[in-house]
Nanobody, 115 residues
Framework: QVQLVESGGGLVQPGGSLRLSCAASGIRLNILAMNWYRQAPGKQRESVAFITRGGMTTYTDSVKGRFTISRDNAKNTAYLQMNNLKPEDTAIYYC?????????WGQGTQVTVSS
């Protein structure tokens, strides 16, 4: 059974940092292209960051220069380093992994940016 499990969310003040982790089990991470999505209350889920199997990355404009997506295939884990967090980054963050034939989702982790 394939599982993606996020961790690392929490409450942080504006300007602070968090690192989210997405641990994969039941599948080798190196066959997955990985995404981080987020969904704020009352809003649609949006893609935040993407990393290919080979390590190329893309970001939505609102997080460029602040967020970094990475992967450690040896640890079967993907990461999202979030710096200079803003209140508008408050959302549930989900990791998503896509193989050639399947798409997998984690359960989400809450990130709240507030003073």
């Amino acid at each position: 059974q394939v599982q993606l499990v996020e961790s690392g969310g929490g409450l942080v003040q504006p300007g602070g940092s968090l690192r989210l982790s997405c641990a994969a089990s039941g599948i080798r991470l190196n066959i997955l292209a990985m995404n981080w999505y987020r969904q704020a209350p009352g809003k649609q889920r949006e893609s935040v960051a993407f990393i290919t199997r080979g390590g190329m990355t893309t970001y939505t404009d609102s997080v460029k220069g602040r967020f970094t997506i990475s992967r450690d295939n040896a640890k079967n884990t993907a990461y999202l380093q979030m710096n200079n967090l803003k209140p508008e980054d408050t959302a549930i963050y989900y990791c998503n992994g896509n193989s050639a034939s399947n798409s997998y989702w984690g359960q989400g982790t809450q990130v709240t940016v507030s003073s």
